[in-house]
């Protein structure tokens, strides 16, 4: 019952409020059928934001997040790779996955892998 008494509450303090955007001190029907509207695509934006919430990164994109989360916990721009490694196999993806990332991100200039892979370092 509490419920039902608060939707209605908020359901009059929408449709309320709706004519005082038109300055008017009249609720029509069309304030009462907007504010239900609005309540409804509140909700729906509400579902889609923790639908997103769930979505997956790809395994390269979550092997960088792994890397750039650890060198901001480090305070650093520069990470061991046998720092890296540990982690990244703890979140479930491998060291093949690690090494294609390392690549992919130094392709873009997002770091540099040092020659014997042992440090990655961000780009400033």
Request: contains cysteine; hydrophobic residues 35%.
């Amino acid at each position: 019952k509490k419920k039902k008494k608060k939707k209605k509450k908020k359901k009059k303090k929408y449709s309320a409020l709706i004519p005082l955007l038109r300055f008017s001190d009249i609720v029509a029907q069309e304030d009462i059928d907007e504010a239900m509207r609005l309540m409804h695509m509140s909700k729906v934006s509400i579902q889609e934001t923790k639908r997103s919430a769930h979505t997956t990164l790809d395994p390269i994109s979550e092997v960088y997040t792994i890397i750039r989360d650890y060198s901001v916990q480090s305070g650093s721009l520069i990470v061991n790779y046998s720092d890296v490694l540990p982690r990244v196999l703890a979140k479930g993806r491998t060291q093949q996955q690690l090494n294609e990332c390392l690549a992919e991100y130094d392709r873009l200039n997002v770091w540099s892998v040092s020659n014997d892979k042992s440090k990655i370092k961000f780009a400033s």
